[in-house]
């Protein structure tokens, strides 16, 4: 594995590896009975990374930022693209001028999208929920989905994505 890596260094030029279905990051936004808000986002990266490459998970403000007054918001996929947009914040940011989970979600994928020119190979999607308990998500290509738990009951939701397929 380490030799196929240490060959891939040589033509990469910087190319991060990840399919569609191939970031694994969980992201996980919680508000308890008095309202408080909590948010955890834990990750591999990416295969094939650089060294020393540090992705939007650990960053807080791009794959995750948790405002007790407003909301919070976690990130999966291309942590490259994710940063350019800081995007958990900025979802967080557009909740606390009024925006939906929901249409803040998916102002933050086109904002990701709007950097690229056309269709992107890769995928990124977002979670978050407001103080009143209201829930949104999108990305970028579906496939995208987000597990929602609520009185002992966990409900698997499709993502609204821009993309039906690739
Ligand atoms: N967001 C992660 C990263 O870029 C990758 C993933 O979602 O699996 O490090």
């Known amino acids: 594995m380490e030799a196929k890596w240490k060959e891939w260094l040589k033509t990469s030029n910087y190319q991060p590896k990840i399919n569609l279905e191939n970031h694994d990051t969980i992201g996980m936004l919680c508000i308890d009975k008095n309202g408080d808000l909590s948010g955890a986002c834990t990750t591999s990266g990416l295969g094939y990374k650089m060294r020393g490459r540090v992705g939007d998970s650990p960053i807080i403000g791009s794959g995750l930022f948790v405002d007790n007054e407003v909301g919070a918001a976690t990130a999966t996929g291309m942590g490259e ?74 409900i698997n939701k499709p993502s609204k994505s821009i993309y039906k397929t690739i």
């Open 81 to 154: 693209e994710v940063v350019k947009t800081v995007g958990s914040f900025l979802i967080v940011e557009l909740m606390r001028s009024g925006m939906s989970p929901q249409v803040a979600c998916e102002e933050a994928v086109q904002r990701v999208v709007a950097k690229q020119k056309g269709k992107p190979s890769f995928q990124v999607g977002f979670i978050a929920v407001n103080t009143a308990r209201v829930v949104g998500s999108y990305s970028i290509h579906s496939g995208f989905s987000y597990t929602y738990y609520e009185n002992g009951k966990a």
